[in-house]
């Protein structure tokens, strides 16, 4: 009985004509995907052959920063003469949450400044012993008091005329001062970075 081979082949064919082309077309998608991740470099290892994950690379060393500012509130230096004015401007800024000194006069006024750094001073005019204008000058003829913000308060306008010719001060307000601009400018001048002494 002779073989017909055409209808031998015909279940078998139709599969095989799907089959190949799709084989095909599935090897060279994955030829594809190959190109993706280039040949090893001479000397390099061969994908999954001892090869070692890169390590993250180590974050930059970091630089040394000026000192940070001492933690807690600002300290205040508040001068004058009247133990009315000293009281009110210590609750102010102490309600205020501020570390708050006070002083009688100028000369007193330098003996703090001595023991302790400031971010402020804030300081009357019109005192015995030493006065607001030679505590002014005292303490920017010093090196070590020579950036502290000063802040002067008077309650005499020929004083408040005189105080204009000083350099260097942050603020001139006339008693009774506003507490609400007295507060701004001292919590601005608080916050000014301090230079670095070596």
Known sequence: MPFDLPELLGPYLLPALIAVPLAVVVYFISARRGDDNP??????????????????????????SAPAAPAGPASLLVVDDSAVARAKLGKLFEAAGYQVTLARD?????????????????????????????????????????????????????????????????GIFKK??????????????????????K
């Open 176 to 197: 009774p001062w506003n507490d609400r601009e007295l507060l701004k400018r001292v919590e601005t001048l608080a916050r000014l970075p301090k230079p670095i002494r």
């Open 39 to 64: 040949p090893p470099a001479r000397g390099e290892a061969k994908r999954g052959e001892g090869r070692k994950e890169p390590r993250p690379a180590a974050a930059p060393a970091a630089q040394p």
């Open 106 to 170: 100028g000369v007193e006024a330098l003996d703090r400044l001595a023991e302790q750094r400031f971010a402020v001073l804030v300081t009357d005019l019109e005192m015995p012993n030493k006065d607001g204008f030679e505590l002014i000058a005292a303490v920017q003829g010093s090196m070590e008091t020579e950036d502290l913000p000063i802040i002067a308060i008077t309650g005499h306008e020929e004083l408040q005329a005189r105080v204009h010719q000083v350099q260097g001060l942050y």
